[in-house]
């Protein structure tokens, strides 16, 4: 069973900015975030695949910046000049390459504060 586990979420004002951590317990191909605000769907914010191929939410881009450590089995989310919309609850995404199983992390709340 492969686990997810995140890190990183908070508080934070307009224009401030959070590091989003997921561990997974072993190698996965495909993995990102993604969100749900109070009341609204599970949106993806972004992916990132093996190597380094990423993509990102309109409402994101030039914001926010996902990376990876293969070594580490894990991503980041760099969260720059966040606004109170960026509220909600984040959680990791990974997708197995071999059997295309998902998995989800327990999710992180981030609050930003206008």
């Known amino acids: 069973q492969v686990q997810l586990v995140e890190s990183g979420g908070g508080l934070v004002q307009s224009g401030g900015s959070l590091r989003l951590s997921c561990k997974a317990s072993?190698?996965?191909?495909?993995m990102g975030w993604y969100r749900q605000a109070p009341g609204k769907q599970r949106e993806l914010v972004a992916t990132i695949t093996r190597p380094t191929m990423s993509d990102y939410a309109d409402s994101v881009k030039g914001r926010f910046t996902i990376s990876r450590d293969n070594d580490a089995n894990t991503i980041y989310l760099q969260m720059n000049n966040l606004k109170s919309e960026d509220t909600a609850v984040y959680y990791c995404h990974g997708r197995l390459w071999t059997t295309g199983a998902e998995y989800w992390g327990q999710g992180t709340q981030v609050t930003v504060s206008s």
């Open positions: 072993e190698n996965i191909y495909r």
